[in-house]
């Protein structure tokens, strides 16, 4: 029987150090979600000597562009988006403390090699279960760049969000690892 792995937000260094890629995970807490175009936004106001939009420091960033809400419900669906997508902007904002990403797809070497470097994890959620895993989003919040409509970043209230670790704080890469591991060959 698989074991799943309790995570509870603020995550530290403590919390993830341990974990290792294949790991399956259920969080709860309190996370964001952002994709490239805040992801942008928050890198040019650390280069212009601005404090960033949200303090990422142990926190938990979800890219995904979420739809409205239906009637009763906190979000729309809420499925994760390719996370290469952010690879240009992942070494600052984890330089800056950020300790989880959330998203679909692998990490470039320069990410993954950053990732090691400040102790930080990556998370695989479900694609194609969007619907699914807004029922674990409970509460959300714009807080940042409204004006970017579903890219703006919004603070969540999750509860058993379910992910795999993909990549560890170790760089054991989840995709490499399969890869390797259930290669056919001819």
């Known amino acids: 029987m698989t074991t799943i792995k309790q995570l509870t937000t603020p995550l ?3 919390q993830v150090k ?3 890629a294949g790991d399956q995970v259920s969080i709860t807490g309190v996370i964001y979600s952002a994709r490239d175009a805040a992801h942008k936004n928050m890198v040019d106001e650390l280069k212009s000597g ?3 939009a949200i303090d990422v420091t142990d926190q ?3 890219y995904a562009g979420p739809s409205p809400a239906k009637p009763g419900k906190a979000i729309g669906s809420c499925g994760p988006t390719t996370s290469g997508r952010m690879d240009a902007y992942s070494p600052t904002m984890l330089e800056q403390g950020l300790r989880g990403m959330i998203g679909k797809g692998p990490r470039s070497k320069e990410v993954i ?6 102790g930080a994890v990556y998370f695989a959620a479900i694609g194609g279960a969007a619907a699914l895993i807004a029922d674990s989003i409970k509460k959300v919040d714009i807080v940042a760049y409204p004006e970017l409509g579903p890219e703006a970043i919004r603070r969540m209230e999750i509860e058993n969000y379910p992910c795999i670790v993909a990549v560890d ?3 054991n890469d989840l995709y490499e690892i399969g890869v390797k591991k259930y290669r056919i060959e001819d």
């Not at 090699?113 to 400040?118: A, D, G, I, P, V």
């Open 50 to 52: 601005q404090p960033m």
């Open 60 to 62: 938990v960033i979800y």
């Open 169 to 171: 704080c170790e760089g």
């Open 18 to 20: 341990d974990l290792k």
């Open 113 to 118: 090699e950053s990732m090691k470097k400040n």
């Open 12 to 14: 530290t260094y403590d």
